[in-house]
């Protein structure tokens, strides 16, 4: 079983899947990490040199090759779910989580990686707050779409929001058997 995190950047997914991995006894896999591993590049690097539509076609090879693993917590990258056949192989892969926030937290949190020298390339070229604003109203469907459960993020810690994912997963395979 693969448990995948999705959701937009700063929503959390590479803080909680270690501890998520911790609890369920399992490895964890940073998508976006991997990614630049193997590249040998930055995410910055791959977009400035070779454009988005380059990076998805990497992002898309990396995760076909890290959902063949049996067990795992994968945290994926914000624009994973834009890839339709990605959404249902992460869903045919086991529970999918969507950490979700209010785009004001994210979009604090996104200029703080950029002030501590980890930024993402921007998506859009416009503010924070108005780039989360934006590329979200068009993202939410996908994730909405893709995630078997959902969890607001917003005032909990991460080991709540561990909790919370492990509490979700309980009750939905205790449907699944009822
Ligand atoms: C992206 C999110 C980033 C990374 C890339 C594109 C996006 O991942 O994959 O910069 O399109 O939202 P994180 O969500 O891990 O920052």
């Known amino acids: 079983m693969i448990v995948s995190l999705i959701g937009y950047r700063g929503c959390g997914k590479s803080t909680v899947a270690p501890r998520l991995a911790a609890?369920?006894?399992?490895?964890?896999?940073?998508?976006?990490?991997?990614?630049?591993?193997r590249l040998g590049r930055t995410i910055s690097h791959v977009f400035a040199e070779e454009g988005e539509a380059a990076f998805r076609r990497y992002e898309r090879d990396v995760l076909v090759d890290l959902l063949r693993n049996e067990r795992l917590v994968l945290a994926t990258g914000g624009g994973a779910v834009l890839n339709a056949s990605t959404r249902s192989d992460l869903r045919a892969a086991g529970p999918v989580a969507w950490l979700t926030a209010p785009?004001?937290?994210?979009?604090?949190?996104?200029?703080?990686?950029?002030?501590?020298?980890?930024?993402?390339?921007?998506?859009t070229g416009r503010s924070a707050v108005d780039e989360v604003a934006d590329v979200l109203s068009r993202r939410n469907s996908l994730y909405a779409e893709t995630a078997t459960?959902?969890?607001?993020?917003?005032?909990?810690?991460?080991d709540e929001i561990v909790e919370a994912i492990l509490a979700e997963m309980n009750s939905l395979s205790s449907e699944a058997a009822s």
């Open 23 to 37: 609890q369920l006894g399992c490895p964890w896999i940073d998508a976006d990490q991997e990614l630049e591993r």
């Open 103 to 123: 785009v004001e937290l994210l979009a604090r949190r996104i200029e703080a990686d950029g002030a501590a020298g980890s930024a993402r390339p921007a998506l």
């Open 149 to 158: 459960l959902t969890i607001d993020v917003s005032g909990r810690t991460p």
